[in-house]
């Protein structure tokens, strides 16, 4: 059985957050921008365990604990936030939220 | 001015009693009117008491004695030190008596004359706070606490004149009145400050005392200049020439504020301001020459003024500006003794006329033109025969107090060292207008047929008690009010005289012939005469006469009615252009410069910052973008570095 190299796990947790950072920039739906945040949350979870199983210390995944808590908080607050929005405006298009200025 | 000072502790109330009116008037007068009645002329009156026993107390103190009563400490920087303090000497006990005493019958003659008008307490509240002012000015032992006065009480004349405010002429009248009275008080606050910046730290705490002390030390020329600057003040506040215009007008206020104010107490403030100074005007004769020639020239002036007068207010006014002018011409020569006096007596009188003036305009429904009047004797004979006596008083009739205390002054004009036959002559003439004048007013009013209309002759009456009773009070005032300071060498003499002698040293006109002083009195009496008779044949035996001169001269008589066009030369040369520079200045600087920077910085910001709001779309992923490109420069710095 082959290890898989440390370089693969990297340019994959790389080639995730990319895809996310263009989903929260280019997608229109608010659920679809949320689901971006969440995957590059995850990217850098797979690289914080793929580097401490490489460097054989527990710090990385202890972080990572404390990464998907805090998605999982945030997961709970914007959604409700998005159902509140859309309960008022009856959209989820980024594009017409814009009131927050003037 | 050197004499022993007694501290007292009672002086303060004086002022302060009618101040005490001012709150209460103020501020309970329009629930409690009735109170206000008896209120107003109590406090008042109880001021008289007061100032009644300081003069006693300075009469059993004896001669040159002075009480004072330092209230607190006022302004307390370096060197200087003034205090609020107050002073009763001769002249201020003399000036105070005047103040409360002929205040007070014109305070309780008001009860009946403003009895229904809408704005009672407010009148009072005014009157009192006059009151309040004046005795603060009289009372003054520095000069910054009498500036203080002499401000308050050009304040209260501004209100009363303006009391009736609803009628814009009444309100631009005060404000004529405020504005005159401020270019004379810059020059009154001049002197001040010249006077201060060279007695420096000689006099810090600025009283009469110190001043008089250290008098000596100043240059003629700066004492000339002080006492000169001091004099435009007086101009502005007694309405002297060139500065006398307002006054005139100042008669749109209620006719008792007129016999108080703008008679006989507040326009002489100017006379007691250098009478208290007396001892350094004496140092600059030139200022002495000045006073004593505007006086002449301003009695000459008004009395001819007062010659064509309709309005039976504005003939007094007139007459006041002149008789004014008679109290300078005293202490320009020096007979300030003389100028008080005449002072006193004027008060009397011209309050009495003035007060007359209103029972009859009060009587006639409110009208002022004495050519709709006439014949009033049959119908108002208490204020006919006070108004007579007034009229015999201020014409110099012997016997009455006019006839001793001006020719006083036309002695002192005469012999007085100062003095000439040439200010004595001004003086005698003007004597001789006045007493046309007045017979000629007197003699429109009460004399002949009655000329008013029928619904108004229908209601002419006799004036209630509370305005007769001061009338007649201040009637025999006005009859024996003269005794009191008698030529030299008759009966008891001038005991009035002798009494202010301890405040103006013994600078009078010494030894005059009597063959001279008799003489002097026989022309001064034959000119009254004189102005008596042809008032007579002008306006009683032959009425048709002033019409037929008055066609004879019609370019004299225009010049004179229209009071030498004085009042539209000034509109034309000072008002006129001082409205258009300001005009242009409110236009071209505040509302361009001014303005224009202010208005200018707020858009210049606001121009720019429509421009970076561009950047604000509210779209999030906006925002996300430029997050995303700080966070890659900040980690290509930190990777290429």
Known sequence: MTVV?????????????????????????????????????????????????????????????????????????????????????????????????? | ????????????????????????????????????????????????????????????????????????PWISAGDLQIDVAFRIDALSAVMTLVVTGVGFLIHVYSVGYMGHDPGYARYFTYLNLFTCAMLILVLADNLPVLFVGWEGVGLCSYLLIGFWYQDPNNASAGKKAFVVNRIGDAGFLLGLFVLFWNLGSGAPSLSFGEIAARAQDLSPATVTAVTLLLFVGATGKSAQLPLYVWLPDAMAGPTPVSALIHAATMVTAGVYMIARLNFLYVLAPATMAVVATVGAATALFAATIGLMQNDIKKVLAYSTVSQLGYMFLAVGVGAF??????????????????????SVIHGMSGEQDMRKMGGLRRYMPVTYVTFLVGTLAITGIPGLAGFFSKDEILLAAFTSPHGSPLLWAVGVTAAGLTSFYMFRLLFMTFFGDCRAEDHTKHHLHESPRSMTVPLVVLAVLSAVGGYMGLPQHWLWGNPFGAFLEPVFG???????????????????????????????????ARPELPRVLAEGAPRVHALISNKYYVDEAYEALFVRPTVTLSNWLWRACDVGVIDGLVNGTAEAVGANSSLWRRLQTGNVQHYAVSMLFGALLILGYFALR
């Open chain 2, 1 to 72: 001015m050197h004499a022993e000072a007694t501290h007292v502790g009672y002086l303060w109330l004086i002022p302060a009693l009618p101040a005490f009116g001012v709150l209460f008037n103020g501020f309970l007068g329009q629930r409690a009117k009735h109170l206000v009645s008896v209120v107003a002329p109590g406090v008042v009156g109880a001021a008289f008491l007061l100032a009644c026993r300081a003069f006693l107390q300075l009469h059993d103190l004896g001669h040159g004695a002075v009480l004072t009563q330092t209230v607190w």
């Open chain 2, 337 to 358: 003794g003389a100028g008080i006096f005449h002072l006193v007596t004027h008060a009397f009188f011209k309050g009495l006329l003035f007060l007359g003036s209103g």
């Open chain 2, 506 to 540: 013994a600078h009078e006109a010494g030894h005059v012939p009597a063959s001279l002083e008799m003489t002097l009195m026989a022309v001064s009496v034959a000119v009254a005469l004189g102005g008596l008779l042809v008032a007579y044949v002008l306006y009683v």
């Open chain 1, 5 to 102: 190299p440390l370089s693969w796990y990297l340019t994959l947790g790389a080639v995730l957050f990319t895809i996310g950072v263009l989903g929260v920039l280019v997608r229109r739906n608010v659920i679809v921008v949320f689901m971006s945040i969440e995957l590059m949350l995850n990217a850098v979870n797979l690289v914080f365990v793929a580097l401490s199983r490489h460097l054989h210390t527990m710090d990385g995944q202890v972080t990572v604990f404390f990464v998907m808590t805090v998605a999982a908080a945030e997961a709970a607050v914007g959604l409700a936030i998005i159902i509140a929005v859309f309960r008022n405006r009856e959209t989820v298009n980024v594009d017409e939220l814009t009131v927050l200025r003037w």
